[in-house]
């Protein structure tokens, strides 16, 4: 990503609820935001530069909605509850298709949707479930931690469910095998939030003394490397793409941070003092981060910028390596032009001899092969590069 902190203005106004926001989500493929509240309702809006719509909202849970979020393909919304409840809701209409009760002996704290048939919960007494939706009971049951789940993400390409919390260890989990893959040493300190960079080679932590910590995949004893900064602590990461996080900081605070090289790039937004920030999501079309905190507003942040100039950047990249293999295609056949004729030994007069005749045909024949064997040659070392 190229990082410019130019942030635009092109950005719709603030979603006022009124009420605590819990958790958020954002629909894969249209303008369309899930919110959890404090008083267990669930609130779905259309947003958009020229205003929000209020699609529906509902009642859905006894106590708080401490999280939510779409499935796959946008046609359905998992909530969780305080009151240890999993709902499932129809995106359009927002009516709950299925219900199950008492799913965790522990208040949920954390959910993640894993693929369209599975997801995951986690408890205030750190205690992880994986559910099918094609089975009454969960498919796989982690005792590991010790105090609550803050923070999951999953690896599709190791099939492995990474966990955080607040008793300072990191997890991971296949989650086809009921025994934990690896568990970190003890770091002193809560970890609250993790995301996924670098091609999954990379782990990255917020902790809730405001350091990033970054492990290695397949490393997980210890991490291998800090971001300190942060003055407080770090409770939401979004990645941008495989090089770059933004940061949501207890102190209402969004941060721009590259990962190795580890840098910060500035803020992107600002909630204000004393507002910490709890959610972030980047938007299906990469225009627009959103986040919710203590102020009880849904906001909007103008980052299209960020991906404009990483797109330029690549048009700019690609316009220039045309440029040079098709410069190195006309060096190729002016130097086919002005390749010098073989002088004869006679000092050009010519003979009648068959035998020379034919002598001559050869070294045409190898005149003309020699060049295109070059140029062949050319081209696929520079391709390799």
């Known amino acids: 990503m190229s990082i410019t902190m130019n942030p635009g203005e092109n950005k719709p106004a603030p979603i006022r609820l009124g009420d605590n926001i819990f958790d958020f989500d954002l629909h894969p493929s249209n303008d369309i935001a899930v919110t959890g509240m404090i008083n267990g309702r669930i609130h779905c809006y259309r947003y958009g530069l020229e205003g929000h719509e209020q699609l529906w909202k509902t ?125 970190s040493d003890q770091i ?22 405001g350091i990033l910590s970054l492990w290695s995949w397949g490393d997980w004893g210890d991490y291998n490397d800090r971001i300190i900064g942060h003055p407080n602590s770090i409770e939401a990461i979004c990645k941008l793409d495989e090089d770059t996080i933004c940061t949501g900081s207890s102190d209402g605070i969004i941060r721009l941070v590259s990962i190795l090289p580890n840098e910060f790039h500035g803020a992107l937004g600002d909630h204000g003092e004393d507002m910490p920030i709890e959610n972030l999501k980047l938007s299906y079309d990469k225009k627009l981060l959103m986040s919710s905190g203590h102020d009880d507003k849904l906001q909007f942040w103008d980052v299209a910028h960020l991906f404009e100039a990483e797109e330029e950047a690549t048009a700019d990249l690609e316009d220039e390596e045309q440029d040079v293999s098709h410069d190195k295609d006309k060096e190729q056949e002016t130097e086919d032009k ?14 009648d001899s068959d035998e020379e005749d034919n002598k001559k045909k050869r070294k045409k024949k190898q005149k003309k092969s020699k060049p295109e064997k070059k140029k062949s040659n050319k081209n696929t070392v520079f391709f390799a590069d």
């Open 188 to 209: 002193e300190d809560e970890l609250l939030s993790i995301q996924l960079v670098k091609n999954e080679k990379k782990a990255v932590v917020g902790t809730q003394d």
């Open 59 to 183: 009642r859905v849970f006894k106590k708080s909605c401490r999280g939510v979020s779409f499935t796959p393909d946008g046609t359905q919304i998992y909530g969780v509850s305080r009151d240890k409840s999993i709902r499932l809701l129809d995106t359009e209409t927002g009516q709950i298709i299925r219900i199950r009760e008492e799913t965790h002996e522990s208040p949920i704290n954390s959910l993640l949707v894993i693929d369209e048939n599975r997801l995951a919960t986690g408890d205030d007494q750190g205690v992880i479930k994986i559910w099918d939706s094609r089975k009454e009971e969960p498919v796989m049951t982690y005792t590991e931690h010790e105090d609550y789940i803050a923070d999951m993400i999953y690896s599709s390409q190791h099939k492995t469910l990474l966990a955080v919390g607040g008793d300072g260890y990191l997890s991971t989990w296949d989650i086809r095998k009921p025994n934990v893959a690896a568990m």
């Open 338 to 351: 002005e390749e010098p004729a073989e002088q004869d030994s006679d000092d050009g007069w010519g003979t």
